[in-house]
């Protein structure tokens, strides 16, 4: 009976461990994944499988000779430790394995129809986001150009967020260096929507393709003038006053290599019945690396939501902090402070705090007044004609105007954020910066009155006219 049992459980680790061993090839199988295809993903290979499966065989073979020889306690635990070892061998064996591969199988999935036939790719790297909605909100007007396309991604974590569609493929880059020439074979143009650095390796890498920056949106802070555009083929632009920004600042740039696109991602919302019932948006920005163009109301959040709450009848009021500032150290304390907004509202008045899946563009529909710092949220909603308020927390005077123009179409709340009631209540009675506010609109769009995504489509046939690597197909 003893040896029964020994045999059973000793067959019952070995099943246990195995399984472990296998899972865990796996989970590497999803770690060093180059696209979406189960067939790209890292699978132990054969020799690794029999490795598992004869030590598994090996440790239940060696416990059942112990019990029925009974052999010395320290045999029992010198075969269970060797059992071990080979589980855990056999198990880096796997990993290095999926990583030697990984270049080898990223070749591999270029070979499939999308990455053969592509000639856009959009390359982006941000370790930073929790989600790369910096991509896919350019996802529909890609997908507009009728062009099956590729987009490569240096970190693997955001594969999860692209939806599946047989339109465009996936491919991680993570474990090829950016100086190797990666891109897939008729490529002709690279789109990028931020300025980080490991862009450059890619354009140095490739200097027989059109590399153009679209951007994740335009805002007056120093990101949309930073004198690092110059490395680009071209920018794509939503209007002259993104071009005006690099010469307000000091920026030369060659007017060539700008292309008004507008934002092909907006829409002009529907004029709504009228409603007594008013929502508020409040967005922030982040805080940025410098504090040249730090921005961020997020200290004052508390303050700028308790101040909305109160201010209006019949309100919703709907807070979306920047997807990055979950990171910022005082995240915490004021996510605290917020959650106490919530406790203690007017009867009429409600309070939420959006997700940071949720689409901004869906809340500037819902919104009919929008309150947000100096950032590409701002021109963005600049786009419904809708009015808006704009944070003040370094406390800039009406001279600083000049130098953050889409200002201009909304109130500046005053550092303290006295003035803010007031300022919601003109928003909702008189609006007396509406005719200010729709001229500016022209100034930032130059695609505005057009039908949506037009001047990009166009924009981007250009680009594949005059290519370099045009003449190359038929």
Not at 63 to 77: D, V, Y
Not at 255 to 283: D, H, S, W
Not at 387 to 409: A, E, F, M, R
Request: proline share 8%; hydrophobic share 40%; charged share 20%.
């Amino acid at each position: 009976m003893i040896i029964q049992s020994t045999c059973l459980a000793a067959f019952a680790m070995g099943v246990f461990v195995t399984q472990r061993v296998h899972k865990k090839s796996v989970k590497v199988g999803i770690q060093t994944a180059v696209s979406r295809r189960p067939a790209d993903n890292f699978k132990a290979s054969k020799h690794s499988r029999l490795a598992v499966w004869a030590s598994a065989v090996f440790g239940v073979g060696a416990l059942a000779c112990i019990a029925l020889f009974s052999l010395p306690l320290w045999t029992i635990g010198a075969t269970v430790f060797l059992f071990l070892i080979t589980m855990v061998f056999a198990s880096q064996s796997n990993k290095m394995a999926a990583k030697r591969s990984a270049p080898l199988r990223y070749l591999r999935a270029l070979q499939a129809p999308i990455p053969q036939q592509a000639r856009y790719a959009l390359y982006f790297s941000e370790p930073r986001l929790l989600t790369p909605y910096q991509v896919t909100m350019w996802l529909a007007p890609l997908l507009s150009l009728g062009e099956p396309f590729v987009i490569l991604l240096k970190e693997r974590k955001h594969m999860k967020h692209f939806p599946k569609d047989e339109r465009f493929d996936v491919l991680v880059v993570s474990d090829i260096p950016a100086s190797i020439p990666f891109l897939p074979p008729n490529t002709e143009v690279v789109f990028y929507v931020n300025n980080s650095m490991v862009n450059l390796g890619v354009i140095q890498a490739n200097p027989h393709v059109t590399h153009v920056q679209l951007l994740h949106g335009d805002s007056d802070k120093p990101p949309s003038y930073n004198p690092m555009s110059r490395v680009y083929d071209k920018l794509f632009v939503a209007g002259e006053m993104a071009i005006d920004r690099y010469a307000r600042h000091g920026v030369p740039m060659d007017r060539a290599k700008f292309e008004i696109v507008g934002r092909p991602q907006l829409t002009v919302p529907n004029r709504p019945a009228p409603n007594p019932r008013k929502t508020i948006v409040y967005m922030t920005t982040w805080a940025g690396m410098f504090e040249d163009s730090n921005f961020c109301s997020l200290s004052q959040a508390h303050d700028i939501l308790h101040r909305t709450v109160t201010a209006v009848e019949k309100v919703d009021v709907v807070f979306k902090p920047h997807p990055i500032s979950m990171k910022d150290p005082i995240w915490k304390t004021v996510e605290s402070k917020i959650q106490n907004v919530s406790k203690d509202l007017p009867d009429g008045v409600t309070f939420r705090l959006a997700s940071h899946y949720e689409n901004p563009l869906g809340l500037y529909q819902q919104a009919d007044v929008l309150i947000t710092d100096v950032s590409s949220t701002l021109i963005d909603f600049l786009y419904t004609g809708k009015p808006y308020l704009v944070t003040n927390p370094h406390g800039c005077s009406p001279q600083d105007l000049d130098k953050y123009p889409s200002i201009k179409g909304g109130g500046l709340l005053m550092k303290d954020c006295s003035n803010l009631q007031k300022l919601l209540a003109d928003c909702f009675d008189e609006d007396t910066l509406r005719e200010t506010r729709l001229k500016l609109r022209t100034y930032a769009f130059g695609d505005f009155g057009r039908p949506q995504g037009e001047a990009f489509q166009e924009a981007c046939a250009a680009l594949l006219t005059t290519s370099p690597q045009a003449s190359h197909h038929p």
